[in-house]
């Protein structure tokens, strides 16, 4: 089946640490998102890239860090540097170009403490 | 700058009853996009419908239909005799339009909808 995949469902850490959140499409998309989600919050932009070996800054980048290696991947790292990493992450990816909807992932909610 | 506001925060409603989900959008394009989501309690966001700042006809799809106004500045969503099953949060987006190569998607704050049974 064609989607995104995002592992895992809940991830647990120490505060200090770095952890990377996988994700992964298989729709041939050029495009992938990262999105942040707070309680009762709307879904704020952390990085985004529109092709391999590029990205930019989203809203809300820092103390966040990404890599786009393969077309098919997008992982996401959440320093130690990101004050409030708690929270509900999703992945999206897209075709590229203006207009075009974006596909999500099912999230990882990441809980530091 | 761009901006959407979903104004209800949560509403509630008795099923089979009528809904209507309001988004206003702020933007300087005169090209820009308009999207609506839904996110059931396991978290995923669901694609529900895209419309262009060109095409103000009012769109239905089985029991959901869309109302795009420029005039206003909105595009609200509605669900006719609703279910359970439309318990969920539900996201208005707004994207920049031509001559952006970009996609970035601008997201309201998300309405509740909790369909009693």
């Known amino acids: 089946d064609g989607g995104i995949t995002q592992s895992p469902k809940y991830l647990f850490r120490k505060e200090g640490q770095n952890v990377t959140l996988s994700c992964e499409q298989n729709l041939n998309h050029d495009a992938m998102y990262w999105y942040r989600q707070d309680p009762g919050q709307g879904l704020r932009l952390i990085y985004y890239s529109q092709i391999v070996n590029d990205f930019q800054k989203g809203d809300i980048a820092e103390g966040y860090s990404v890599s786009r290696e393969k077309k098919e991947s997008f992982p996401l790292t959440v320093t130690s540097a990101q004050k409030n990493p708690t929270a509900f992450y999703l992945c999206?990816?897209?075709?590229?170009?203006?207009?075009?909807?974006?596909?999500f992932g099912p999230g990882t909610r990441l809980t530091v403490t | 700058a761009q901006k959407v506001t979903q104004a209800q925060t949560e509403i509630s409603v008795v099923e089979k009853e009528d809904v209507t989900l309001d988004c206003v959008y702020e933007t300087r394009d005169t090209t820009y996009y308009l999207f609506w989501y839904k996110q059931p309690p396991s978290g995923e966001l669901v694609f529900l419908i895209r419309?262009?700042?060109?095409?103000?006809q009012n769109e239905i799809s089985g029991r959901y239909s869309w109302n795009f106004q420029k005039s206003t500045s909105s595009f609200n969503f509605t669900i006719t005799a609703s279910q359970v099953v439309d318990s969920a949060v539900y996201f208005c987006?707004?994207?920049?339009?031509?001559?952006?190569?970009?996609?970035?998607?601008?997201f309201g704050t998300g309405t509740l909808l909790a369909v009693q049974p």
């Open positions: 419309r262009n700042s060109f095409d103000e």
């Open positions: 987006a707004l994207s920049e339009g031509a001559g952006g190569a970009t996609n970035k998607l601008i």
């Open positions: 999206a990816s897209s075709n590229r170009g203006a207009g075009y909807e974006q596909y």
